[in-house]
Protein backbone atom coordinates (compact mmCIF):
# COMPACT_ATOMS: atom_id res chain seq x y z
CA UNK A 1 0.00 0.00 0.00
CA UNK A 2 0.90 3.59 -0.53
CA UNK A 3 1.30 5.40 2.53
CA UNK A 4 0.17 9.16 3.02
CA UNK A 5 1.24 11.13 6.09
CA UNK A 6 -0.97 13.40 7.16
CA UNK A 7 -0.07 16.53 9.70
CA UNK A 8 -2.26 18.70 11.30
CA UNK A 9 -5.63 17.37 11.59
CA UNK A 10 -7.38 20.54 12.25
CA UNK A 11 -10.82 21.98 10.98
CA UNK A 12 -9.18 21.99 7.04
CA UNK A 13 -8.77 18.40 6.80
CA UNK A 14 -12.54 16.79 7.71
CA UNK A 15 -13.10 16.49 4.24
CA UNK A 16 -9.51 15.79 2.93
CA UNK A 17 -9.17 12.71 5.51
CA UNK A 18 -13.19 11.43 4.26
CA UNK A 19 -11.82 11.59 0.31
CA UNK A 20 -8.63 9.77 1.13
CA UNK A 21 -10.42 7.00 2.90
CA UNK A 22 -12.91 6.53 0.42
CA UNK A 23 -10.04 6.05 -1.87
CA UNK A 24 -8.07 3.90 0.20
CA UNK A 25 -9.51 0.40 -1.07
CA UNK A 26 -9.28 1.60 -4.39
CA UNK A 27 -6.18 3.08 -4.44
CA UNK A 28 -4.41 1.09 -1.60
CA UNK A 29 -3.75 3.60 0.59
CA UNK A 30 -2.78 3.81 4.22
CA UNK A 31 -2.90 7.10 6.25
CA UNK A 32 -1.04 8.27 9.16
CA UNK A 33 -2.56 10.93 10.72
CA UNK A 34 -0.14 13.23 12.94
CA UNK A 35 -1.15 15.73 15.41
CA UNK A 36 -0.44 17.06 18.78
CA UNK A 37 -3.66 15.93 19.88
CA UNK A 38 -5.19 12.93 18.22
CA UNK A 39 -8.61 13.67 19.40
CA UNK A 40 -9.97 14.87 16.16
CA UNK A 41 -8.03 12.59 14.10
CA UNK A 42 -9.44 9.27 15.80
CA UNK A 43 -13.09 11.13 14.96
CA UNK A 44 -12.69 11.73 11.86
CA UNK A 45 -11.34 8.14 10.84
CA UNK A 46 -13.90 6.68 13.06
CA UNK A 47 -12.25 2.97 13.09
CA UNK A 48 -11.40 2.74 9.47
CA UNK A 49 -8.65 -0.09 9.04
CA UNK A 50 -7.01 2.18 6.13
CA UNK A 51 -5.53 4.77 8.80
CA UNK A 52 -4.42 5.34 12.44
CA UNK A 53 -3.65 8.65 14.58
CA UNK A 54 -0.48 9.44 15.86
CA UNK A 55 0.64 12.16 18.58
CA UNK A 56 3.63 13.84 16.19
CA UNK A 57 4.87 17.09 17.49
CA UNK A 58 6.38 19.03 14.23
CA UNK A 59 9.42 20.30 16.61
CA UNK A 60 10.55 17.03 17.39
CA UNK A 61 12.52 16.98 14.88
CA UNK A 62 13.64 12.85 15.63
CA UNK A 63 10.20 11.96 15.56
CA UNK A 64 8.93 14.14 12.20
CA UNK A 65 11.87 12.28 10.61
CA UNK A 66 11.50 8.77 11.34
CA UNK A 67 7.40 9.54 10.21
CA UNK A 68 8.47 11.02 7.31
CA UNK A 69 10.49 8.38 6.50
CA UNK A 70 7.87 6.10 6.36
CA UNK A 71 5.67 8.08 4.00
CA UNK A 72 5.68 8.04 0.35
CA UNK A 73 4.20 11.54 0.17
CA UNK A 74 3.61 14.07 3.06
CA UNK A 75 -0.04 16.72 3.20
CA UNK A 76 1.52 19.55 5.57
CA UNK A 77 -2.05 21.08 6.88
CA UNK A 78 -0.63 22.87 9.18
CA UNK A 79 -0.14 26.93 9.43
CA UNK A 80 2.05 28.36 6.52
CA UNK A 81 5.12 29.20 8.89
CA UNK A 82 5.63 25.58 10.07
CA UNK A 83 5.82 24.01 6.67
CA UNK A 84 9.79 24.51 5.93
CA UNK A 85 11.15 21.73 8.33
CA UNK A 86 8.45 19.16 6.98
CA UNK A 87 10.00 20.02 3.57
CA UNK A 88 13.27 20.06 4.18
CA UNK A 89 12.93 16.92 5.71
CA UNK A 90 10.85 16.11 2.55
CA UNK A 91 13.99 16.41 0.35
CA UNK A 92 16.46 15.03 2.58
CA UNK A 93 14.51 11.56 2.37
CA UNK A 94 13.25 12.27 -1.28
CA UNK A 95 9.65 12.67 -0.85
CA UNK A 96 6.64 14.49 -2.54
CA UNK A 97 5.01 17.02 -0.11
CA UNK A 98 1.40 18.66 -0.66
CA UNK A 99 0.47 21.81 1.34
CA UNK A 100 -2.51 23.95 0.78
CA UNK A 101 -0.30 27.15 1.79
CA UNK A 102 1.03 30.32 -0.23
CA UNK A 103 4.85 29.63 -1.05
CA UNK A 104 6.58 31.02 1.15
CA UNK A 105 10.55 32.53 -0.45
CA UNK A 106 12.11 29.87 1.65
CA UNK A 107 10.04 27.09 0.21
CA UNK A 108 10.89 28.52 -3.36
CA UNK A 109 14.43 28.15 -2.54
CA UNK A 110 13.82 24.39 -2.25
CA UNK A 111 12.78 24.20 -6.29
CA UNK A 112 16.33 22.93 -7.43
CA UNK A 113 16.91 20.74 -4.87
CA UNK A 114 13.33 19.72 -5.72
CA UNK A 115 14.29 19.17 -9.08
CA UNK A 116 17.09 17.47 -8.95
CA UNK A 117 15.43 14.43 -6.83
CA UNK A 118 12.76 14.49 -9.29
CA UNK A 119 10.15 15.30 -6.20
CA UNK A 120 6.48 17.36 -6.56
CA UNK A 121 6.58 20.08 -3.85
CA UNK A 122 2.59 21.03 -4.63
CA UNK A 123 1.58 24.64 -2.77
CA UNK A 124 -1.54 26.49 -3.50
CA UNK A 125 -3.34 23.57 -3.98
CA UNK A 126 -6.65 24.45 -1.36
CA UNK A 127 -9.38 26.85 -2.25
CA UNK A 128 -7.79 30.76 -2.46
CA UNK A 129 -5.16 30.00 -3.03
CA UNK A 130 -6.03 26.61 -4.61
CA UNK A 131 -9.32 26.23 -6.70
CA UNK A 132 -9.21 29.81 -7.63
CA UNK A 133 -5.69 29.44 -9.52
CA UNK A 134 -6.70 26.31 -11.81
CA UNK A 135 -10.15 28.04 -12.28
CA UNK A 136 -8.60 31.33 -13.34
CA UNK A 137 -5.78 29.77 -15.38
CA UNK A 138 -8.08 27.07 -17.41
CA UNK A 139 -10.32 30.27 -18.79
CA UNK A 140 -7.23 32.29 -19.36
CA UNK A 141 -5.05 29.84 -21.16
CA UNK A 142 -8.37 28.85 -23.34
CA UNK A 143 -8.24 32.85 -24.59
CA UNK A 144 -5.00 32.92 -25.17
CA UNK A 145 -5.26 29.33 -27.31
CA UNK A 146 -8.36 31.08 -29.00
CA UNK A 147 -5.98 34.28 -29.92
CA UNK A 148 -7.66 36.82 -27.51
CA UNK A 149 -5.47 39.23 -25.57
CA UNK A 150 -6.83 39.51 -21.77
CA UNK A 151 -7.62 43.30 -20.61
CA UNK A 152 -9.20 42.32 -17.44
CA UNK A 153 -8.89 39.74 -14.43
CA UNK A 154 -11.00 40.23 -11.48
CA UNK A 155 -11.38 37.40 -8.66
CA UNK A 156 -13.30 37.23 -5.64
CA UNK A 157 -13.56 34.38 -2.94
CA UNK A 158 -14.91 33.88 0.70
CA UNK A 159 -16.14 31.59 3.60
CA UNK A 160 -18.98 32.85 4.71
CA UNK A 161 -22.20 31.33 7.15
CA UNK A 162 -25.34 29.72 4.97
CA UNK A 163 -28.58 31.36 4.86
CA UNK A 164 -30.25 29.03 7.18
CA UNK A 165 -27.90 28.94 9.57
CA UNK A 166 -27.26 32.95 9.32
CA UNK A 167 -28.21 33.98 12.74
CA UNK A 168 -26.94 36.93 14.22
CA UNK A 169 -26.42 40.77 13.06
CA UNK A 170 -23.08 40.27 11.65
CA UNK A 171 -24.20 37.73 8.94
CA UNK A 172 -20.87 35.95 9.54
CA UNK A 173 -19.58 32.97 11.45
CA UNK A 174 -16.08 31.70 11.26
CA UNK A 175 -15.57 28.71 8.93
CA UNK A 176 -11.55 29.00 9.40
CA UNK A 177 -8.69 29.93 11.51
CA UNK A 178 -10.47 32.95 13.16
CA UNK A 179 -7.04 34.51 13.76
CA UNK A 180 -6.65 34.75 10.31
CA UNK A 181 -9.68 36.53 10.02
CA UNK A 182 -8.82 39.26 13.12
CA UNK A 183 -5.79 40.10 11.44
CA UNK A 184 -6.85 40.17 7.68
CA UNK A 185 -5.82 42.97 5.94
CA UNK A 186 -2.86 43.77 7.45
CA UNK A 187 1.11 43.50 6.68
CA UNK A 188 0.75 46.29 4.29
CA UNK A 189 -1.87 48.60 1.85
CA UNK A 190 -3.99 46.64 -0.71
CA UNK A 191 -3.16 47.01 -4.42
CA UNK A 192 -4.54 46.78 -7.39
CA UNK A 193 -4.43 48.28 -10.72
CA UNK A 194 -7.65 49.53 -12.77
CA UNK A 195 -7.67 50.65 -16.58
CA UNK A 196 -3.66 51.29 -15.81
CA UNK A 197 -3.69 53.13 -12.95
CA UNK A 198 -2.28 51.62 -9.68
CA UNK A 199 -4.22 51.81 -6.73
CA UNK A 200 -3.46 51.86 -3.16
CA UNK A 201 -5.58 51.22 -0.09
CA UNK A 202 -3.57 51.26 3.41
CA UNK A 203 -4.68 48.73 5.84
CA UNK A 204 -6.70 51.83 8.19
CA UNK A 205 -8.74 52.69 5.08
CA UNK A 206 -9.67 49.04 3.71
CA UNK A 207 -13.23 48.10 5.48
CA UNK A 208 -14.37 51.63 4.00
CA UNK A 209 -13.25 50.85 0.29
CA UNK A 210 -15.22 47.64 -0.11
CA UNK A 211 -17.15 47.47 -3.29
CA UNK A 212 -20.75 45.29 -4.30
CA UNK A 213 -20.68 42.50 -6.74
CA UNK A 214 -23.27 40.24 -7.61
CA UNK A 215 -23.01 36.63 -8.02
CA UNK A 216 -25.57 35.05 -10.54
CA UNK A 217 -28.57 33.22 -8.51
CA UNK A 218 -27.01 34.19 -5.05
CA UNK A 219 -27.49 37.85 -5.19
CA UNK A 220 -25.54 40.87 -3.84
CA UNK A 221 -22.08 40.68 -1.77
CA UNK A 222 -19.41 42.81 -0.51
CA UNK A 223 -15.70 42.22 -1.25
CA UNK A 224 -12.76 44.10 0.60
CA UNK A 225 -9.42 44.14 -1.85
CA UNK A 226 -6.83 41.20 -0.96
CA UNK A 227 -3.16 42.60 0.07
CA UNK A 228 -1.18 42.24 -3.52
CA UNK A 229 -3.68 41.20 -6.36
CA UNK A 230 -0.32 42.43 -8.59
CA UNK A 231 1.96 39.30 -7.24
CA UNK A 232 -0.17 37.05 -9.75
CA UNK A 233 0.37 39.26 -13.14
CA UNK A 234 3.25 37.40 -13.76
CA UNK A 235 2.49 34.24 -12.02
CA UNK A 236 -0.42 33.61 -14.37
CA UNK A 237 1.13 35.33 -17.76
CA UNK A 238 -0.79 38.81 -17.44
CA UNK A 239 2.31 41.31 -17.43
CA UNK A 240 1.13 44.05 -18.67
CA UNK A 241 -2.84 43.73 -18.20
CA UNK A 242 -4.53 46.60 -17.10
CA UNK A 243 -6.96 45.58 -14.27
CA UNK A 244 -6.37 43.33 -12.02
CA UNK A 245 -7.78 43.06 -8.59
CA UNK A 246 -8.43 40.16 -6.13
CA UNK A 247 -10.96 40.47 -3.47
CA UNK A 248 -12.23 38.58 -0.35
CA UNK A 249 -16.10 37.88 0.27
CA UNK A 250 -18.60 38.90 2.59
CA UNK A 251 -22.03 39.52 3.28
CA UNK A 252 -23.02 43.03 2.87
CA UNK A 253 -22.79 45.44 5.81
CA UNK A 254 -19.79 43.13 7.17
CA UNK A 255 -17.07 45.62 6.38
CA UNK A 256 -18.55 49.01 7.72
CA UNK A 257 -19.15 47.23 11.16
CA UNK A 258 -15.60 45.29 11.05
CA UNK A 259 -14.32 49.13 10.96
CA UNK A 260 -14.87 49.75 14.28
CA UNK A 261 -12.74 47.35 15.66
CA UNK A 262 -9.56 48.44 13.29
CA UNK A 263 -9.94 52.17 14.23
CA UNK A 264 -10.31 51.29 17.59
CA UNK A 265 -7.07 49.20 17.24
CA UNK A 266 -8.21 45.82 18.20
CA UNK A 267 -7.26 44.19 15.56
CA UNK A 268 -3.42 44.96 16.39
CA UNK A 269 -1.32 41.88 17.03
CA UNK A 270 2.05 43.75 17.42
CA UNK A 271 2.08 44.40 21.46
CA UNK A 272 0.53 43.13 24.51
CA UNK A 273 -1.50 44.21 27.17
CA UNK A 274 -1.10 44.34 30.80
CA UNK A 275 -2.81 42.43 33.27
CA UNK A 276 -4.87 41.04 30.11
CA UNK A 277 -6.06 37.44 32.30
CA UNK A 278 -7.69 39.98 34.83
CA UNK A 279 -10.06 42.06 32.11
CA UNK A 280 -13.27 41.99 31.23
CA UNK A 281 -15.24 42.52 27.98
CA UNK A 282 -16.07 46.07 29.17
CA UNK A 283 -12.46 46.58 30.73
CA UNK A 284 -11.15 45.52 27.15
CA UNK A 285 -13.40 48.19 24.64
CA UNK A 286 -12.56 50.79 27.65
CA UNK A 287 -8.41 50.57 27.05
CA UNK A 288 -9.03 52.10 23.34
CA UNK A 289 -10.80 55.38 24.09
CA UNK A 290 -10.44 58.42 26.32
CA UNK A 291 -10.55 58.64 29.86
CA UNK A 292 -13.53 60.32 31.37
CA UNK A 293 -14.17 60.07 35.21
CA UNK A 294 -18.43 60.73 34.43
CA UNK A 295 -18.79 58.99 31.10
CA UNK A 296 -20.20 55.43 30.43
CA UNK A 297 -17.79 53.18 28.01
CA UNK A 298 -20.45 52.92 25.37
CA UNK A 299 -20.93 56.88 25.56
CA UNK A 300 -17.16 57.30 24.83
CA UNK A 301 -17.53 54.17 21.92
CA UNK A 302 -20.60 55.68 20.46
CA UNK A 303 -18.94 59.56 20.17
CA UNK A 304 -15.69 58.80 19.67
CA UNK A 305 -17.28 56.69 16.48
CA UNK A 306 -20.12 58.77 15.97
CA UNK A 307 -22.52 55.82 16.34
CA UNK A 308 -25.82 56.56 17.02
CA UNK A 309 -28.07 54.36 19.13
CA UNK A 310 -30.73 53.27 16.80
CA UNK A 311 -28.03 52.49 14.33
CA UNK A 312 -27.52 49.01 13.31
CA UNK A 313 -23.64 49.13 14.12
CA UNK A 314 -24.54 49.99 17.62
CA UNK A 315 -26.57 47.04 17.77
CA UNK A 316 -24.01 44.84 16.02
CA UNK A 317 -21.85 45.70 18.90
CA UNK A 318 -24.57 44.95 21.77
CA UNK A 319 -24.93 41.70 20.48
CA UNK A 320 -21.46 40.78 20.89
CA UNK A 321 -22.36 41.81 24.60
CA UNK A 322 -18.64 43.84 24.63
CA UNK A 323 -20.14 45.77 27.23
CA UNK A 324 -20.20 42.92 29.86
CA UNK A 325 -18.17 44.10 32.61
CA UNK A 326 -18.54 40.61 34.10
CA UNK A 327 -17.48 38.23 31.10
CA UNK A 328 -13.69 37.65 31.26
CA UNK A 329 -11.50 36.94 28.57
CA UNK A 330 -8.59 34.77 30.56
CA UNK A 331 -5.85 35.03 28.12
CA UNK A 332 -2.52 35.76 29.72
CA UNK A 333 -0.21 38.39 27.79
CA UNK A 334 -2.13 38.79 25.57
CA UNK A 335 -2.62 40.90 21.98
CA UNK A 336 -5.25 42.99 21.38
CA UNK A 337 -6.01 40.82 18.63
CA UNK A 338 -5.85 37.42 20.55
CA UNK A 339 -8.73 39.16 22.96
CA UNK A 340 -10.69 40.16 19.74
CA UNK A 341 -10.82 36.93 18.79
CA UNK A 342 -11.63 35.36 22.14
CA UNK A 343 -14.39 36.82 22.53
CA UNK A 344 -15.58 36.98 18.84
CA UNK A 345 -15.59 32.95 19.17
CA UNK A 346 -17.87 32.93 21.98
CA UNK A 347 -20.18 34.55 19.14
CA UNK A 348 -19.21 33.40 15.67
CA UNK A 349 -18.26 29.87 16.09
CA UNK A 350 -20.42 27.00 14.12
CA UNK A 351 -22.97 25.36 15.93
CA UNK A 352 -22.72 21.69 15.52
CA UNK A 353 -25.55 21.76 12.68
CA UNK A 354 -24.89 25.62 11.48
CA UNK A 355 -23.78 25.22 7.35
CA UNK A 356 -21.32 27.83 5.57
CA UNK A 357 -20.96 28.73 2.02
CA UNK A 358 -18.18 29.14 -0.19
CA UNK A 359 -18.52 31.68 -3.18
CA UNK A 360 -16.03 32.30 -5.77
CA UNK A 361 -16.40 34.74 -8.82
CA UNK A 362 -14.24 35.23 -11.59
CA UNK A 363 -14.08 38.17 -14.30
CA UNK A 364 -12.27 37.79 -17.43
CA UNK A 365 -12.10 40.28 -20.12
CA UNK A 366 -10.30 40.58 -23.26
CA UNK A 367 -10.38 40.93 -26.92
CA UNK A 368 -10.64 39.39 -29.68
CA UNK A 369 -10.72 39.69 -33.46
CA UNK A 370 -10.90 43.54 -32.41
CA UNK A 371 -14.04 43.16 -30.46
CA UNK A 372 -14.05 42.65 -26.57
CA UNK A 373 -15.85 40.66 -24.44
CA UNK A 374 -16.06 39.47 -20.57
CA UNK A 375 -16.69 35.87 -19.16
CA UNK A 376 -18.08 35.90 -15.60
CA UNK A 377 -17.69 32.48 -13.67
CA UNK A 378 -18.58 31.50 -10.38
CA UNK A 379 -19.68 28.61 -8.32
CA UNK A 380 -21.25 28.08 -4.55
CA UNK A 381 -20.81 25.33 -2.11
CA UNK A 382 -22.54 24.43 1.05
CA UNK A 383 -21.42 22.80 3.84
CA UNK A 384 -22.73 20.02 5.26
CA UNK A 385 -22.12 20.80 9.40
CA UNK A 386 -19.77 21.86 11.77
CA UNK A 387 -17.17 19.16 10.52
CA UNK A 388 -17.86 18.88 7.23
CA UNK A 389 -17.99 22.08 6.30
CA UNK A 390 -18.03 23.84 2.83
CA UNK A 391 -14.37 25.19 3.81
CA UNK A 392 -13.10 21.89 4.40
CA UNK A 393 -14.14 20.65 1.46
CA UNK A 394 -12.68 22.85 -0.89
CA UNK A 395 -9.72 23.31 0.73
CA UNK A 396 -9.00 19.87 1.44
CA UNK A 397 -10.25 18.02 -2.15
CA UNK A 398 -7.90 19.52 -4.15
CA UNK A 399 -5.17 18.39 -1.49
CA UNK A 400 -6.29 14.88 -1.80
CA UNK A 401 -6.84 14.77 -5.46
CA UNK A 402 -2.99 16.58 -6.20
CA UNK A 403 -1.83 14.23 -3.44
CA UNK A 404 -3.31 10.95 -5.46
CA UNK A 405 -2.60 11.84 -8.94
CA UNK A 406 0.85 12.66 -7.75
CA UNK A 407 1.74 9.13 -6.34
CA UNK A 408 0.24 7.63 -9.32
CA UNK A 409 2.88 9.73 -11.54
CA UNK A 410 -0.46 11.72 -13.04
CA UNK A 411 1.42 14.84 -11.84
CA UNK A 412 5.16 14.21 -12.39
CA UNK A 413 6.93 17.70 -12.95
CA UNK A 414 9.00 17.83 -10.59
CA UNK A 415 9.85 21.55 -8.09
CA UNK A 416 8.43 23.81 -5.99
CA UNK A 417 5.14 25.11 -8.11
CA UNK A 418 1.06 26.25 -7.81
CA UNK A 419 -1.46 24.31 -9.82
CA UNK A 420 -1.16 26.47 -13.22
CA UNK A 421 -0.03 24.08 -15.51
CA UNK A 422 -2.99 21.93 -17.57
CA UNK A 423 -1.49 19.08 -16.22
CA UNK A 424 -2.18 19.56 -13.01
CA UNK A 425 -5.33 21.84 -13.39
CA UNK A 426 -7.41 19.72 -15.64
CA UNK A 427 -7.39 16.37 -14.20
CA UNK A 428 -7.85 18.02 -10.48
CA UNK A 429 -10.92 20.93 -11.86
CA UNK A 430 -12.84 17.43 -13.92
CA UNK A 431 -12.83 15.58 -10.83
CA UNK A 432 -13.96 18.89 -8.11
CA UNK A 433 -17.02 18.66 -10.61
CA UNK A 434 -18.06 14.90 -9.40
CA UNK A 435 -18.16 16.04 -5.75
CA UNK A 436 -20.50 19.19 -7.24
CA UNK A 437 -17.96 22.36 -7.31
CA UNK A 438 -18.65 23.24 -10.67
CA UNK A 439 -18.03 26.75 -12.08
CA UNK A 440 -20.96 28.33 -14.00
CA UNK A 441 -20.02 30.41 -16.50
CA UNK A 442 -21.64 33.14 -18.88
CA UNK A 443 -21.25 36.33 -21.43
CA UNK A 444 -21.77 39.56 -19.79
CA UNK A 445 -21.39 43.05 -21.38
CA UNK A 446 -18.01 44.50 -21.45
CA UNK A 447 -17.08 47.46 -19.38
CA UNK A 448 -12.75 46.84 -19.08
CA UNK A 449 -13.56 48.33 -15.52
CA UNK A 450 -15.41 48.08 -12.78
CA UNK A 451 -17.27 51.43 -11.22
CA UNK A 452 -17.69 49.35 -7.71
CA UNK A 453 -13.87 49.92 -7.17
CA UNK A 454 -13.62 53.41 -4.75
Known amino acids: M ?3 LIIGAGKSSSALIKYLLDK ?6 FLTIGDISTDNAKKLINNHKNAKAIVLDVFNKEQREEEIVKADIVISMLPARFH ?3 AKDCITFGKHMVTASYISDEMKALDPLAKEKGLVFMNEIGLDPGIDHMSAMQVIDNIKDAGGKMLLFESFCGGIVAPESDNNLWNYKFTWNPRNVVLAGQGGAAMFIQEGTYKYIPYSKLFRRSEFITVHGNGKFEAIANRDSLKYRTVYGLEGIPTMYRGTIRKVGFSRAWNIFVQLGMTDDSYTIEESENMSYRDFVNLFLAYSPSDSVELKL ?3 LQIDQDDVMWEKLIELDIFNPDKKIGLKNATPAQMLQSILEKSWTLAEDDKDMIVMQHLFGY ?3 GKKYQIESSFVV ?11 KTVGLPVGIAAIKILK ?21 KELEEHGIIFSERKVPYLGYN ?4
Open 367 to 369: ELE
Open 24 to 29: SNQESL
Open 451 to 454: PNHV
Open 382 to 392: LGENQTYTAMS
Open 84 to 86: LDV
Open 409 to 429: GEIKTPGVQIPISKEVYEPIL
Open 2 to 4: KSI
Open 302 to 304: RSY
